[in-house]
């Protein structure tokens, strides 16, 4: 026997060596770089997204419960505190299963064993490889501790579903955090490994109750847990959901663009390499920007009428669990509307049944919208009782309002977007580029160029001011018929305005505040279309998509609503072009600063002493960022933690004022008589004084536009259909889309005190009559204030020490 014992060791031994040229440096393993996924924030810290091939959220020894530890040694290795890395009883019984097919056909690992074959050699299923496994575990249990050992298989092994590590699957198949874990849940994760894409309960539900009855037999054998726990465990259901990451801010378009423009610079690497990025969104303004594009689109939808169920299924007498399940299976959540069956309809309710949030009940109030579409665009009458709107089979889509209730609802045709820029230094704040992502990754905010309409001509009344025009200037608001050049298919285009009426001579203030289509036309040719249109293109337009024709003046550009809401910052920051920008900063899996934002700030009290040329409103990682890496190219300023417009900003890091402040205050004073007396007169309900926006409606409403700024925040608010046509009858920017941004701005500005831009020099106030735009006399009776740049009131008469008055003249005085 000693004999055999010592023939035994000296095979081992020369096996060792032989082999020992192909072992790896087990040292390594101590710098093991594990795969983690790209993390995505919000500002204010909070997880937006993540995104990887794998999912891992690695973890230290101590923060693993015991119930875990114990669940993984029941199920995997009992003797793993005993044994030196390897259990010689179950290689032995392993050798013997195996011999005389050189092919290794029963397991016996420890979990060393399996922390080796997972991190340093192939995984290949050859005797060769199982010796070279071996003697690495052994000195792996002489390099690290048992707990150090334990803590990379728990952060390493695979559980199925993209998932390694144990807490990652504790995300991904339970929806919490590991500290949160049961032992039911433990028991599940610890029979995993032997096949975790067989026993996972995504996959089988069945085969995953069975292998964790296995593992919680084994804990109760090895006296982990006792008979109450483990009958309480067995009873604990199996859930066979799949959960993502614990997102704390629901932003997937941001997370998109984060990945877009990293993927640019660093390429695959992305997924990964652990990088962690900050974005410049705050987690509030975008909660606020999703409930506010969901809640006006719906508003929409629902003036529209009800298009039928989603679907209908033959329901047996008594509906179980499983029919519900089979009915609901190919029906997904889309922008928080859940899909329900409906089961049970009476004289004033109907009753439905969801896959994950159990009964509720629709009363019929909640349905009294569900009127029939007709065909042209308009709508029947009003249902009587819910059986007029439901019937029992339907599968419906729901707004859960409440505890067990909820009203009915539709997936809206229709689409939307909502971006908002801090307008000091560009840092988009919010971004919602659609109803859902999941049912369209198609980013509205940022792809899709569509007509601005109206909300086009601040940037020609702007650009009006500096060539010669003032507020009080009179401007024939009527029809006018342009003809086509002779020996040409085109027809003469006769413009008109929306409403089809024409006030004649009018002032450029009311005519803003009405959106006369045809003033716009008007001044435009005026100044010249080349003139005016290099104007526009000052506000960082790409100039392809401006035509350089009349159109222009009443917003037949091809613009996104990002560049719309960038365009519209300079009128909010006193003149400046900023450069908007999403990443504020990059970090590696260590902590490392990889990249930082250095944007340009808009400086109102600074002197305009600046050469720069405008940068314009570009969307890019490396324009926005500089590189923290040596060697690598700058490409930014010195960045500022805090954007605010006061003295003391460096000179490199002010933005290049493109038009004056003066320009830029009687701007906004006109666009905030749309609010306070135009077409934006919904936003008074917000009851601020310090607003200023815009509507827009493209020709026969395809578009729905409102763009509105403070001196603290900007917002640009878009309705329409992907496949353009038209929204319906009176669906212009000031009903369809202005809904939108007043619910956000309600929220993005609550508790933060009025600001506006205080008044620049440059700026004169005359007395002027509303009628005519002249200067009015002592006893003028529609006499108003208004302001002017300096040296541009009519006669010269100008009274430089008192401002226009806050309160709101009548409709007769203005109008």
């Known amino acids: 026997m000693v004999t055999i014992v010592a023939l035994v060791g000296f095979a081992f031994l020369a096996t060792y060596y032989y082999l020992k040229p192909t072992l790896p440096d087990v040292a390594q393993i101590r710098q093991l770089k594990l795969q983690l996924p790209l993390r995505v924030y919000s500002r204010d810290g909070l997880l937006i997204g993540q995104i990887g091939e794998q999912r891992r959220l690695p973890v230290k020894f101590e923060e693993v419960p015991a119930s875990v530890v114990q669940a993984f040694l029941a199920a995997e290795d009992d003797r793993f505190f005993e044994h030196p890395g390897i259990d010689w009883q179950g290689m032995l019984r392993a050798l013997f299963v195996s011999a005389g097919s050189l092919e290794v056909r029963q397991g016996g690992s420890t979990l060393t064993q399996q922390l080796v074959r997972t991190t340093l050699i192939e995984n290949e299923r050859t005797l060769r490889r199982k010796l070279r496994e071996i003697f690495l575990s052994v000195t792996l249990e002489n390099e690290l501790s048992k707990e150090e050992i334990l803590e990379l298989y728990l952060n390493t092994v695979f559980l199925g579903q993209r998932a390694y590590g144990v807490a990652a699957a504790t995300e991904t198949y339970f929806g919490k955090q590991l500290a949160d874990i049961t032992v039911a849940e433990a028991a599940l994760l610890a029979g995993l490994p032997q096949a975790p894409s067989r026993y996972n309960p995504v996959t089988s539900r069945e085969q995953a109750e069975r292998r964790r009855a296995y593992v919680l037999r084994r804990m109760l054998e090895l006296d982990y847990i006792d008979e109450q726990q483990h009958a309480a465990a067995l009873s604990e259901p199996v859930s066979g959901e799949l959960h993502g990451p614990r997102v704390e801010v629901e932003a997937p378009y941001v997370a998109e663009l984060v990945r877009q423009a990293l993927f640019e610079q660093y390429g695959g690497k992305i997924y990964t390499d652990g990088l962690r990025v900050t974005t410049t969104v705050d987690s509030r303004l975008q909660r606020a920007a999703d409930v506010a594009l969901r809640s006006a689109v719906l508003e929409y939808d629902r003036r529209h009428g009800y298009r039928g169920p989603a679907g209908k299924v033959e329901l047996p007498p008594v509906e179980g669990p499983d029919v519900v399940e089979a009915a609901l299976e190919r029906y997904a959540a889309i922008g928080g509307l859940l899909p329900a069956l409906v089961v049970a309809v009476d004289p004033v309710s109907a009753r439905v049944v969801t896959r994950s949030r159990g009964e509720f009940s629709l009363a019929f109030e909640g349905m009294r919208w569900a009127r029939k579409p007709l065909p042209d665009q308009g709508v029947g009458a009003g249902p009587k009782r819910p059986a007029d709107v439901v019937a029992r089979g339907d599968v419906v889509y729901i707004l859960p309002n409440g505890a067990g209730t909820a009203y009915l609802a539709q997936v809206p045709d229709a689409q939307g977007a909502l971006v908002s820029l801090d307008p000091r230094d560009g840092a988009i704040v919010a971004l919602a580029g659609g109803f859902d992502f999941y049912a369209s990754k198609f980013n509205r905010a940022t792809q899709a160029r569509r007509q601005p309409g109206s909300a086009f001509k601040p940037f020609i009344y702007s650009a009006a001011l500096e060539h010669g025009f003032t507020p009080a200037s009179i401007i024939l608001d009527a029809p006018v018929v342009y003809e086509a050049p002779e020996g040409t298919d085109q027809k003469d285009w006769r413009p008109g305005n929306d409403d089809s009426r024409f006030y004649g001579p009018i002032r450029l203030r009311d005519a803003l505040a009405r959106s006369r289509n045809l003033v716009s036309i008007r001044l ?18 790409p100039p392809e ?10 917003g037949t ?58 940068p314009g409103a570009l969307f890019g990682f490396a ?97 329409g259909f992907d496949q353009e046509r038209t929204l319906g009858a009176q669906e212009e920017g000031a009903r369809t889309a202005l809904p939108m941004w007043i619910y956000y701005m309600r929220e993005a500005l609550r508790g933060r005190p009025e600001h506006r831009l205080p008044m620049p020099e440059g700026v004169v106030t005359a007395r002027i009559s509303s009628t005519t735009g002249e200067p009015a006399g002592p006893d003028d009776p529609d006499a108003v204030f208004e302001y002017f740049l300096a040296g541009s009131v009519p006669g010269g008469a100008t009274d430089e020490s008192v401002e226009r008055p806050a309160t709101t003249p009548t409709e007769e005085q203005i109008f």
């Open 524 to 541: 435009m040719r005026a100044m010249g279309v080349d003139v005016a249109r290099q104007y526009a293109l000052r506000f960082g337009f």
């Open 545 to 554: 998509q401006v035509p350089a024709n009349l159109t222009a003046a009443l």
């Open 557 to 614: 550009a091809q613009l996104t609503p990002l560049e719309v809401a960038a365009g519209y910052s300079a009128f909010a920051n006193g003149g400046f072009a900023v450069s908007h920008y999403l990443i504020e900063r990059v970090e590696d899996s260590q902590g490392q600063l990889l990249m930082q934002a250095e944007p340009r700030v808009a400086c109102p009290d600074c002197a305009e002493d600046s050469d720069q040329s405008a």
């Open 623 to 719: 324009t926005s960022l500089r590189s923290i890496v040596p060697g690598d190219k700058d490409v930014g300023a010195t960045w500022l933690s805090d954007v605010g417009g006061q003295l003391g900003v460096e000179p490199d890091s002010r933005a290049a004022p493109i038009i004056s402040a003066a320009n830029a205050y009687i701007v906004t004073d006109l666009m905030a008589d749309v609010i306070r007396r135009g077409t934006g007169r919904r936003a008074l309900a917000l009851g601020r004084s310090d607003l200023s926006g815009k509507t827009g409606t493209t020709n026969d409403r395809r578009d729905a536009w409102f763009s509105g700024f403070n001196a603290d925040l900007v917002a640009t608010a878009w309705v």
